[in-house]
């Protein structure tokens, strides 16, 4: 199994538009700084699966047929955006699974085009494709929000963006199931209150300490967090790194 993350980025990206911090001036200069929208790639033998696609460049990026399915987990426009060109497409069909949104988002539903949207998945009701189990978990966010647990034998990734904190009950289910690999929304820097729809790095620290046999990857990150992480972080606790564009994890089957 193969992850690639596509984006790491918060929805303003990095570098912010008009921003001159010392985080954004540095993208703007270094292409490997850049971080785009929150997005990923899962590699499962014939499967090829993208989750979210915030990116514009998905049509280029992933020529017909190379795309088995898309996993969204929620219907904000950074998240789907790149869905608005890809749908015009032709002598095509892809499966879109998702939360249960009525609205989706703006037309998406209305003119889906080359989109399958009747993929709608209930939480915690675990799903089968080829050799792959995927279980959708609900997310604290300020609309209907998915993560995803992918298994296929007994290698584990737990997909976990966007949310603060989690549910109990996707608390108890993960505790249960032990993924060996989580990827993390991690948005803020410490704040002095809990943020309402996103992770700030205290409340990472405070799972990854709930999971110690779990690695956790960082993603969804602001240029504020990464700024945060350049000024003031020392250490990373030996369970949690920083994901990047482009970085990819590879994990064997047990």
């Keep these: 199994m193969l992850l690639t993350f596509l984006g790491t980025g918060d929805a303003a990206g990095i570098p912010v538009y008009g921003c001159t911090c010392p985080i954004c001036t540095r993208a703007k200069i270094e292409r490997r700084f850049r971080r785009l929208p929150c997005s990923a790639l899962l590699e499962i033998d014939d499967e090829h699966i993208l989750i979210d696609a915030g990116r514009m460049d998905i049509a280029d990026r992933f020529p017909v047929g190379s795309l088995s399915r898309i996993f969204l987990t929620h219907y904000h426009m950074d998240h789907v955006q790149g869905l608005f060109?890809?749908?015009?497409?032709?002598?095509?069909?892809?499966?879109?699974?998702?939360?249960?949104?009525?609205?989706?988002?703006?037309?998406?539903f209305k003119h889906p085009g080359?989109?399958?949207?009747?993929?709608?998945?209930?939480?915690?009701?675990?799903?089968?494709?080829g050799d792959i189990h995927v279980t959708p978990v609900p997310l604290n966010h300020s609309k209907m929000t998915y993560g995803y647990c992918f298994s296929i034998q007994n290698s584990r990734l737990a997909y976990l963006c966007d949310t603060s904190g989690l549910p109990a009950a996707t608390l108890s289910f993960l505790q249960n199931w032990q993924p060996d690999h989580i990827v993390?929304?991690?948005?803020?820097?410490?704040?002095?209150?809990?943020?309402?729809?996103?992770?700030?790095?205290?409340?990472?620290?405070?799972?990854?300490?709930?999971f110690k046999s779990s690695n956790?990857?960082?993603?969804?990150?602001?240029?504020?967090?990464?700024?945060?992480?350049?000024?003031?972080?020392?250490?990373?606790?030996?369970?949690?790194?920083?994901?990047?564009d482009d970085m990819e994890i590879s994990f064997s089957r047990n």
């Design 114 to 129: 080359i989109l399958d949207f009747s993929q709608v998945m209930k939480p915690f009701e675990k799903q089968f494709f």
């Design 184 to 210: 993390l929304d991690c948005t803020y820097p410490p704040q002095d209150s809990p943020p309402r729809n996103h992770n700030d790095y205290t409340m990472v620290l405070n799972l990854a300490d709930k």
């Design 85 to 108: 060109h890809l749908r015009w497409g032709c002598n095509t069909s892809i499966p879109v699974h998702g939360p249960d949104n009525a609205n989706g988002c703006d037309d998406l």
């Design 216 to 244: 956790f990857w960082l993603t969804h990150i602001s240029h504020k967090l990464d700024l945060w992480f350049k000024e003031q972080l020392k250490s990373l606790p030996h369970n949690v790194q920083i994901a990047r």
